[in-house]
C-alpha cells in the first residue's frame, strides 16, 4: 500500500482491510471489514451501450469498473457528454503528475500495458446538462479499433481499479474506449 496525503493535505498511512469469514454463512466465504464490500465484476455493454456511451464524442466504450447502470435516453435524446479537465481535484493531479517509479500515471500505463494504448488521460466526464463539480474523475485509456476484447480491457481496468483504491482514489473509474 502506498502512503498517502489526504484532503487536508497530511500523511496518512494506508492499512489493507482485514479478510474476515462471513458469520453464519459458507466458511470459505470471506468478506472484507472495510465499510465498502467488494464490487460485482462489472457487466459486459450491450450494443447500446457500447455504441452511445460517449454520445457524440468519436470513442466506442470496450470496458468500464463503474457499475452505474448506463442512460438509454442519451442515446435516444441525443444528449451530449462532455469531458473537463481534472483541475478541481488538485490533490489527484498532483499524484498523477508525479515523476519517479511509483508515481501513480505511470503504475496505470504498467497496469494497461496488455491493451494498445494509444492515449491514457484522468478527466472528468459527465453530460452537458449537469455541473461540471458534480461530474466524477475517469481514467480514460483510448486503444485501436477492434484491438482490445472486453475480457482483457476489463481486466486491465480492474487493475487499474486497484492500483487507484491503493492511492486512497476509490472514488475514481476507468474506462477503456477505442477510435472509431
Not at 5 to 13: E, F, P, Q, W
Not at 37 to 66: C, I, W
Not at 152 to 173: N, P, Q, T, Y
Request: hydrophobic share 35%.
Amino acid at each position: 500500500m502506498k502512503p498517502s496525503i489526504n484532503k487536508t493535505g497530511k500523511s496518512a498511512k494506508a492499512t489493507p482491510a482485514t479478510i474476515e469469514p462471513v458469520a453464519n454463512s459458507n466458511p470459505t466465504q470471506l468478506e472484507t471489514s472495510d465499510a465498502s464490500n467488494p464490487r460485482q465484476r462489472p457487466q459486459k455493454p450491450n450494443f447500446q451501450e457500447r455504441r452511445h456511451y460517449y454520445g457524440a464524442m468519436d470513442y466506442k466504450l470496450v470496458a468500464r469498473t463503474s457499475d452505474t447502470e448506463f442512460d438509454k435516453t442519451r442515446a435516444k435524446t441525443k444528449r451530449e457528454m462532455d469531458v473537463s479537465p481534472v483541475g478541481q481535484h488538485s490533490y489527484f493531479v498532483i499524484f498523477w503528475n508525479g515523476r519517479g517509479a511509483n508515481s501513480l500515471q505511470l503504475l496505470v500505463r504498467k497496469a494497461l500495458s496488455s491493451l494498445e494504448v494509444t492515449k491514457l488521460e484522468a478527466v472528468q466526464t459527465g453530460s452537458a446538462d449537469q455541473d461540471t463539480t458534480d461530474w466524477p474523475v475517469v481514467i480514460c485509456a483510448t486503444v485501436k479499433k477492434n484491438c482490445a476484447k472486453w475480457e482483457l480491457a476489463l481486466d486491465a481496468a480492474l487493475k487499474v481499479k486497484e492500483i487507484l483504491g491503493g492511492w486512497d482514489f476509490e472514488h475514481i473509474e476507468c474506462e477503456i474506449r477505442e477510435e472509431k
